[in-house]
């Protein structure tokens, strides 16, 4: 009994060390060049453990102080790097060259294109670690990160529109392209679609944006209701103008896996959250209209006649179109 309680505590004991010798590595890749390179393959070559990167280049792993970590990603160098104790580390790939007379080698170059339109393509050896029967012993146990959802940008590509400046002159061209960026607030312009600049917000009163159907987004700038980001018009009238404010926020991937369960999303994902918001002409105020009936009686209250009228004749989901022919209808 007493050499098995030993025995208890001087493993107790050395599990306790393991654990305190263990690091949470914080660490980016990026390519030659300063991209950031996603779903490139780390893994600690001494344990069984392995990750991948995520849209944004960066990964996290659990490992020795003294580790050697193994970085690979197709169309680049593998790159071997030891931790030495650190715990925030930077990993640079470089390309892949091909020797003068030999055939070339098929690469895959990850490039940024434009507003996050992210592909990933996966490299010949992951057919291993993908394949069907389950995940071998023998093979590092990692977590893939998928292809980042939702975009900081309104649009996929540039679109065309002009703007109004507070002077009220117009700025339109056939080559201008567009975009606005829901997480600053900037008003992106472009001549070649390549190069791009952000337009001075002191210069915007207003901008118009047309979406692939061709239809057109007014955006104004309302300090009342935001003094960095544009709300867009739904609505205007002798009585009331009513905006829609959307607010982007980037939700990292949280994914978490103890080998039993998972939990989490395997993903990075833009999140957009709206807000509409009634401005009375008459008297100059704000006020923040949530998209339910009991909630548009309050914002109308002075008119709760004409509001009833309104939702006898209308029915349905409280989206952008119901909030725009609500104001539509109380501006008669």
Not at 165 to 181: E, T
Not at 283 to 294: D, G, I, R, Y
Request: charged letters at 20%; hydrophobic letters at 35%; proline letters at 3%.
């Amino acid at each position: 009994m007493k050499k098995t309680t030993i025995l208890f505590l001087l493993s107790a004991f050395v599990c306790k060390i393991s654990a305190a010798q263990t690091l949470t590595i914080n660490g980016s890749v990026k390519d030659d060049i300063g991209n950031n390179v996603a779903l490139a393959y780390v893994q600690d070559k001494a344990d069984n453990t392995a990750t991948r990167t995520d849209s944004l280049g960066k990964f996290t792993l659990k490992a020795s102080p003294n580790a050697t970590l193994l970085v690979t990603s197709a169309g680049y160098e593998k790159k071997v790097i030891s931790i030495k104790g650190g715990t925030d580390i930077l990993v640079v790939l470089k390309s892949e060259k091909v020797a003068a007379g030999n055939t070339p080698v098929a690469t895959t170059t990850q490039t940024a294109e434009a507003f996050d339109n992210y592909t990933a393509s996966h490299g010949q050896s992951d057919a291993l670690l993908y394949g069907a029967g389950g995940i071998s012993p023998l093979l590092p146990v990692f977590h893939p990160v998928d292809e980042t959802k939702g975009s900081r940008y309104l649009f996929s590509d540039w679109v065309s529109g002009f703007v109004v400046d507070p002077k009220d002159s117009v700025y339109k061209n056939p080559k201008y392209g567009f975009n606005y960026d829901k997480m600053n607030g900037g008003l992106l312009l472009t001549m070649d679609r390549h190069a791009a600049i952000e337009i001075d917000p002191s210069k915007i009163k207003s901008f118009t944006l047309y979406n692939n159907l061709n239809q057109q987004q007014v955006y104004v700038y309302v300090p009342e209701i935001n003094k960095t980001h544009y709300p867009m018009l739904l609505s205007e009238g002798k009585n009331y103008r009513i905006y829609k404010l959307t607010s982007t926020r980037f939700v990292k991937n949280d994914f978490h896996s103890d080998g039993m369960t998972s939990v989490g999303n395997n993903y990075d994902e833009y999140v957009d959250t709206y807000t509409y918001y009634v401005y009375n002409v008459q008297t100059k105020q704000v006020q923040e209209l949530a998209p339910k009936k009991k909630a548009i009686k309050t914002v109308f209250a002075s008119e709760g006649k004409k509001v009833d009228s309104f939702f006898s004749a209308y029915d349905g989901s409280i989206d952008d179109t119901y909030i725009r022919s609500l104001g539509d209808f109380m501006n008669q």
